[in-house]
């Protein structure tokens, strides 16, 4: 499996996003069991405990110092798409994941809300990293190594260009009486 960054900046209503993008040879509902389960996460990401229904559960990593996180489910649309605050507070981190399928393949989009684009350096490696799991998951394909995925990666998102954003149209003004 080849270690490249693979992310894009976008703006979206609520702010920028780094946007990584992954191809399946796969119906959409497969897929969605691999981000959305606690089995399907298990290979490549971590786990999850609780009820997704409630809009509340704890997530971990699969790294053995990881701590279990806060996630709260914002929208979920099975199997197309859903929206969380990974943590609290401050340090929460806004995420959407999008799936489309078509002509028996699915795309899998990932977003991450970033407070600036400097942000892209931390956080585009780290979700190559884990999308590349997935993906290895998915195919039958040894894991890739972590140390793969810093130098290049990280000099790749800190030159990400940012688009403009597009332009708000203008609040017209209320006629006169």
């Known amino acids: 499996m080849s270690a490249k960054p693979t992310g894009r900046l976008a ?8 946007m990584l993008d992954r191809l399946f040879t796969a119906p959409i509902d497969d897929v969605w069991a691999s981000v959305s389960r606690p089995g399907g996460l298990a290979g490549w990401i971590g786990t999850y405990t609780g009820a997704p229904e409630t809009g509340a559960v704890r997530f971990k990593l699969s790294e053995a110092d ?12 099975p199997p197309k798409r859903f929206t969380v605050n ?26 991450q809300r970033l407070h600036s684009a400097a ?8 979700w190559d990293y884990y999308l590349d799991r997935l993906v290895a998951v ?11 995925y810093a130098g290049g990666h990280e000099l790749y998102y800190s030159e990400l260009i940012i688009p403009t954003k597009p332009p708000v149209a203008p609040v017209p003004a209320p006629p006169h009486a």
Do not use: N
């Open 119 to 126: 942000d892209a350096a931390r956080v585009g490696p780290f």
């Open 66 to 77: 990881a701590d279990w996180t806060y996630v709260t489910i914002l929208k979920c649309i």
């Open 138 to 148: 998915r195919t039958g394909q040894p894991l890739p190594a972590h140390e793969h």
């Open 86 to 111: 990974l943590g609290e507070g401050e340090a929460a981190r806004h995420l959407i994941l999008h799936l489309v399928e078509g002509a028996g393949m699915t795309t899998l989009t990932l977003g």
């Open 11 to 18: 703006h979206r209503e609520d702010g920028l996003y780094l």
